[in-house]
Nanobody, 123 residues
Framework: VQLQASGGGLVQAGGSLRLSCAAS????????LGWFRQAPGKEREFVAT????????LYADSVKGRFTIPRDNAKNTVYLQMNTLKPKDTAVYYC?????????????????WGQGTQVTVSS
């Protein structure tokens, strides 16, 4: 599976962005999908995940209630809708795919990774 993340940019605090991750190469609907992020000087961390057929959707506590992770199997795309953005959300965001029916929170569980897209939130 090849993953291509896009949609990052510069936004003011309180604003919204929608990241997209387009997949190709395998049957998209068979995969669990996840978003991770890495802030400057920090380790990459889990953000959100969704399993097959929209089951087992999980969010990091830091984004719960602000971010959602819808997927569109017809378009082979998973999104990260980010609302009420904060400066601490500034990071490079990565999408990932795993051959799993349920959502996964650990990076080591994922088989495929996109290249990352920068999100910068100004105060």
């Amino acid at each position: 599976v090849q993953l291509q993340a896009s949609g990052g940019g510069l936004v003011q605090a309180g604003g919204s962005l929608r990241l997209s991750c387009a997949a190709s190469g395998r049957t998209f609907s068979n995969y669990a999908l996840g978003w991770f992020r890495q802030a400057p000087g920090k380790e990459r961390e889990f953000v959100a995940t969704i399993g097959r057929s929209d089951v087992s959707i999980l969010y990091a506590d830091s984004v719960k209630g602000r971010f959602t992770i819808p997927r569109d199997n017809a378009k082979n795309t998973v999104y990260l809708q980010m609302n009420t953005l904060k400066p601490k959300d500034t990071a490079v965001y990565y999408c990932a795919a795993a051959d799993s029916s349920i959502g996964l929170v650990y990076q080591r569980s994922y088989d495929y990774w996109g290249q990352g897209t920068q999100v910068t939130v100004s105060s």
